[in-house]
């Protein structure tokens, strides 16, 4: 059984960044249902046992179209969003450490390029997706973005993804309306460099 994972904030807590109604909504509405639908379409496809990170890299094996596009888009949406909520923090720390903070140094020379280039990304994605910074298994950083709820894992590029960035109209339009730049931005206010840095010291 899939779970979302419990918010380990009050759903006002990032305000003002981050607005309560969109927490609520984004949170207990949305995510609640690509978790409920997932559950039910792994059940349907006979791949409950498995972890959504293998459902979400092996959909090839899906023969049914229907289930394998339904997978690919509940699935997805379940397990973004589990990523997406739990890289917040109303006392975030600002900057990554340890490996990660030398990794991006590596990759993009500073932290505020690495910002700059996920906006641009996240800026630039046409419609509904996400924006990406992602680790392959030797912990070389990349930004990627992909539409509707494909992830670095369901692309089958073998990365990890460790920061999701929703540039969804559900994960801003409340608040911020067609401004999406501005939400971008306020993401970056309440995103926990300590929770990306944790999620980089399993992979390397
Ligand atoms: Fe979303």
Known sequence: MFEQ???PYATNALEPYIDQLTVETHYGKHHVAYTK???ELAEKAG???KTAEEILASLDEVADETLRKGLRNHGGGYYNHNLYFESFSPTPEKEPSG???EAIDLAFGSLDELKAQLSAAAA???GSGWAWLASDMDGNLSISASANQDNPISDGSGRIPL???DVWEHAYYLKYKNLRADYI???FEV???KVISDKYDKIV
Request: no cysteine; charged share 15%.
């Open 185 to 187: 931005k306020a993401f």
């Open 5 to 7: 994972i419990k918010l």
């Open 37 to 39: 639908m997932f559950n």
């Open 99 to 101: 490996k990660l903070a």
């Open 191 to 193: 995103l926990d460099w």
């Open 163 to 165: 920061i999701a960035l």
């Open 124 to 126: 630039g994605q046409f």
């Open 47 to 49: 791949v409950a046992g």
